[in-house]
């Protein structure tokens, strides 16, 4: 069982930077792939990025490639989530997720835990 809290979310101007951070309880924390999703109003759930257990491996999404960045440190049991150059249509609620095992995965079925999202909105 792992339950995940996200925080960092906010406001912020295009072209700015925000931080998101999702914190994990359970003790299998490091053996679990985790990603990030977001959804803005009235679209689906997207793939934004996830990150191997070890933290070796990363995928992205096309639309966030050389602007974001995932990374995590198991001995906090924290996940992040480091956005640049921020554009209006990032704006949306960014979910963290978990699933067991070493496989990168980009679809919500395949993520078993999800935290409650945090808001972040990108002004032009």
């Known amino acids: 069982q792992v339950q995940l809290v996200e925080s960092g979310g906010g406001l912020v101007q295009a072209g700015g930077s925000l931080r998101l951070s999702c914190a994990a309880s359970g003790r299998t924390f490091s053996s679990t792939t985790m990603g990030w999703f977001r959804q803005a109003p009235g679209k689906e759930r997207e793939f934004v990025t996830a990150?191997?257990?070890?933290?070796?491996?990363?995928i992205y999404a096309d639309s966030v490639k050389a602007r974001f960045t995932i990374s995590r440190d198991n001995a906090k049991k924290t996940v992040y989530l480091q956005m640049n150059t921020l554009k209006p249509e990032d704006t949306a609620v960014y979910y963290c997720a978990a699933r067991p095992g070493s496989a990168l995965a980009r679809t919500t079925p395949e993520y078993d835990y999800w935290g409650q999202g945090t808001q972040v909105t990108v002004s032009s």
């Open positions: 990150i191997s257990w070890s933290g070796g491996r990363t």
